[in-house]
């Protein structure tokens, strides 16, 4: 475990691999809800695979902002930029007209995005302030080459932007993932989810099935300081098949208690939902992710893939 501290814009990427900074939130009312993140070395990219695939896979030349609005105000952008569109610092990682700033207490996210399919403009700030940080960093492999850090497990996020027009605080998470290959390397499938508990707890669950035959399976509980102990992870319970594209989806939950709130996103390889559960006794409402990377690599889902992430990129 490293010293506890803020997100580290200046972590080294290598030819092929992915480092990600990811934030969500819910409104405290339950109206809305955000999930952003900052990729270098965009690992979702057809472009991305389609320059591995030439050999010359840049990961600076390759990466975007993502913002997804959803509730009662619905958005999605996430526009790929290139090495000419990226600069960072240790504090600072800016990519396109938007960027990410760590004062030392505070994240803002600035955003200044066009959304798609659709284009609509998408503009204003994000503030995240964690309850507290962690030095804590995970092996997501048998080889430690795929890396998940749970920074700020618990923080508070305002929400303030200009267009739409839209205000509004909730409970946030902040982590990040950084990987030496390309996600679908490493892994078939995986299940993420972090849960809102009492006293500003958070569990977080992480299952992954690996490409190498082996499983892995975190199961961690953060207290309000940031301190982490491993539990007993829960039963492992099936969830409803996404309805439009019938992605797969599971989590770990008290026997019976999982149920979707939400489908945020359905995707031909991916699902993000709104997940009540009880875990270890105790009612939660946890952000939820299945990822199917069998599906990713599908020819037919990598030509589908520009429609929702155009590519505006400076050499």
């Known amino acids: 475990m490293g010293p506890a501290q803020g997100p580290d814009f200046t972590e080294t990427v290598t030819p092929g691999g992915y480092l990600w900074w990811y934030l969500d939130a819910l409104s405290d009312d339950g109206r809305y809800g955000i999930t952003l993140i900052g990729f270098v070395g965009s690992v979702f990219s057809p472009y991305y695979a389609w320059a591995r695939r030439r050999g010359n896979p840049d990961p600076n030349h390759h990466c975007a902002i993502n913002v997804a609005l959803y509730g009662d105000v619905k958005r999605w952008a996430m526009t790929e930029r290139g090495r000419g569109d990226l600069a960072r610092d240790s504090h600072n990682l800016t990519i396109g007209p938007s960027a990410m700033s760590w004062d030392g207490k505070v994240l803002t996210v600035t955003i200044d995005e066009t959304t798609a399919p659709i284009p609509s403009k998408l503009r204003g700030q994000v503030r995240l ?127 019976g208690s999982a149920t979707i709130r939400h489908t945020l996103e359905d995707t031909p390889f991916y699902a993000r939902s709104l997940v009540d559960a009880r875990i270890h006794g105790e009612k939660a409402v946890a952000f939820h992710e299945s990822l199917s990377l069998n599906r990713f690599e599908s020819p ?16």
């Not at 303030?160 to 290959?181: A, C, F, I, T, V």
């Open 129 to 255: 302030t964690p309850h507290c940080l962690t030095g804590y960093s995970f092996a997501l492999d048998g080889k430690g080459l795929h890396q998940w850090r749970p920074i700020a497990p618990s923080a508070r996020v305002e929400v303030d932007l200009e267009q739409p027009g839209l205000q509004w605080e909730g409970r946030g998470y902040l982590d990040s993932n950084r990987g030496e290959e390309p996600v679908e390397k490493g892994f078939r499938y995986w299940d993420w989810s972090r849960a809102v508990m009492e006293d500003q707890e958070t569990v977080v669950l992480y299952e992954a099935d690996r490409r190498d035959g082996g499983h892995s399976l975190l199961s961690l509980r953060f207290d309000a300081d940031g301190k982490v102990r491993e539990v007993e992870a829960p039963p492992a319970h099936g969830l409803p098949t996404a309805r439009i594209w019938r992605a797969p989806r599971a989590t770990r939950a008290d026997a």
């Open 300 to 315: 037919v889902v990598q030509l589908m893939l520009p429609f929702r992430m155009p590519r505006r990129a400076r050499s």
